[in-house]
């Protein structure tokens, strides 16, 4: 009978024992798990966020490579050079401009106007000087399609100097910030490649959309030049006279839209009711593309000298 108690007894230190050492090995796997959190989950996320952003700057290489070698194709094709333009198209895709000091804020738009003309100017030019069989509208082709181009090698080497100074500094923050961001830079470099092939073969873009609309006024009509790469043709609409300007053409030309309407202005002695400017927008995720908005302001594109 007394053998019982002492059954008992032994069971409950065994107990005791088998909790305790549970409770050991709880405390000891936690401390485990944060040390191999803190410790070696951040540089395991890193790492994976590294090969993301490596295999989106493979894709951007992608995308520059490609760009290049239509650039090039489409030179010899359409300029018929006498020599390899390979070389004189690397140098365009390494230009860069430097914008006028802007300590002193007056008078700084019509310095980066000049600037922007001067640039413009030597580019067409260059782009001339590589392809000597191209008129005046492959020219101007060409030269859109060299700067999309420059764009997307613009882009892949800003992305690939924060991936390297990520990596060599192992900064998170760096790495994680581009991580977030190349998604949609990605998407930007593919508008771009888009671009370059509708430069390439000639095709309208969606900025086409305003020289439609004002060639579809100015049909039949006389028109004139009245600023750089700028035509204009008077017509009547529901009993009203319609001044309808637009870019010369054909090619991807903009001119000076800005300098344009001030002359039409200046013309007509300041009497002028409306100015209706059509453009287009970027579309947001959602809506259909086509869709007209109205808004208040000057629509053109650029840094912000024509709108000035």
Do not use: C
């Not at 190349?182 to 900025?207: M, N, T």
């Amino acid at each position: 009978m007394s053998v019982l108690p002492i059954s008992l007894h032994e069971n409950d230190l065994l107990g005791g024992l088998l909790g305790n050492l549970g409770t050991i090995s709880q405390l000891l796997f936690t401390v485990l798990f944060i040390a191999l959190f803190f410790g070696f989950g951040q540089k395991l996320q890193m790492r994976q966020f590294l090969w993301d952003i490596d295999k989106g700057l493979r894709k951007l290489d992608m995308f520059r490579n490609s760009a290049k070698d239509l650039t090039l194709k489409t030179v010899k094709e359409v300029g018929k050079p006498s020599t390899d333009p390979g070389p004189q198209i690397n140098v365009l895709m390494e230009q860069f401009l430097i914008s006028p000091v802007d300590m002193d804020p007056a008078g700084i738009v019509g310095k980066i106007d000049h600037l922007l003309d001067v640039r413009d100017e030597k580019f067409k030019e260059d782009v001339r000087r590589i392809a000597p069989g191209a008129d005046s509208s492959q020219v101007m082709n060409l030269e859109n399609l060299v700067e999309a181009s420059w764009a997307l090698n613009t882009i892949y080497r800003i992305i690939r100097h924060f991936y390297l100074m990520g990596k060599k500094t192992n900064s998170i923050f760096i790495i994680i910030q581009l991580q977030a961001l190349l998604p949609l830079i990605i998407q930007e470099a593919e508008a771009y490649l888009g671009a370059a092939k509708a430069f390439a073969e000639g095709q309208p873009i969606g900025d086409g959309i305003g020289p439609l609309v004002a060639s579809r006024l100015m049909k039949d009509k006389e028109k004139r030049k009245v600023e750089k790469d700028v035509v204009v043709a008077e017509t009547m609409m529901e009993d009203r006279r319609v001044i309808a300007l637009k870019a010369e053409g054909p090619g991807g030309n903009v001119g000076k839209p800005g300098d344009a309407i001030k002359t039409i202005i200046e013309e007509n002695v300041g009497k002028v009711s409306m100015v209706v400017m059509v453009d287009a927008a970027v579309k947001f995720e959602g809506e259909n593309s086509g869709e007209v908005s109205e808004g208040i302001g000057a629509a053109i594109g650029g840094i912000g000298t024509e709108r000035y």
